[in-house]
């Protein structure tokens, strides 16, 4: 029983880098920390979003399970509203905060064993921390799972293409049930996220 969570975040340990092919600063710049405040308590970092379009308009993603009704959130200090939530899809559409490169997001599912990489904010660290792993395959309900460690804070972090730097994939959860590091990271692929974010039209 041990072994079972200390192993995968051991792995995970023994896979962060301080260097992951595909990183870059202008990519960080759209990684940030989505923040929610309850009543006049002091803003708390809750989980990780990322800068896109929605309908032709700036927009941020993050998980779903990160955005509770009822709260309020917030991106770079600048105030955000949750748009459209599926939390089937565990999937969050925010407008608002500031501006930020929109990152692109691939059409199709990468290759198996395709090298990606991931940046988010374990535990609410406050500087990004940038993870390497691989496509390892879908789910037979079409989530992805990546060899990508992630940790708690990390929800709705982008999973981008190490060569092209297109976003293949978002981290929604992971396989430990404890809040550690863990060395395998699920969630929706590319082509959930583009029929969300663009109409069916614009996934294939």
Request: hydrophobic content about 45%; glycine content about 10%; charged content about 10%.
């Amino acid at each position: 029983m041990v072994t079972r969570w200390w192993l995968p975040c051991l792995l995970a340990c023994l896979w962060l880098q301080p260097a992951v092919a595909g990183a870059s600063p202008d990519h960080l710049r759209s990684i940030r920390i989505l923040h929610w405040q309850h009543g006049d308590l002091q803003p708390h970092p809750a989980c990780t979003t990322w800068a896109t379009h929605y309908r032709d308009q700036p927009a941020w993603v993050t998980a779903a399970h990160c955005v509770p009704a009822g709260e309020t959130f917030s991106v770079s200090g600048v105030g955000v509203i949750a748009v459209r939530v599926d939390m089937a899809l565990d999937i969050a559409i925010l407008r608002g905060g500031p501006s930020a490169s929109p990152l692109f997001v691939a059409f199709g599912v990468p290759d198996l064993r395709r090298a990606v990489w991931s940046a988010g904010f374990p535990f609410g660290y406050p500087v990004p921390h940038i993870v390497g792993g691989l496509f390892s395959g879908l789910s037979h309900t079409g989530i992805g799972l990546w060899s990508v460690p992630s940790a708690p804070g990390m929800s709705g972090s982008p999973i981008l293409d190490a060569k092209d730097g297109a976003v293949v994939g978002m981290i929604t959860q992971n396989e430990c049930e404890l809040p550690i590091w863990c060395a395998f990271s699920l969630g929706p692929p590319a082509t959930t996220l583009r029929r969300l974010l663009f109409g069916p039209s614009e996934s294939r």
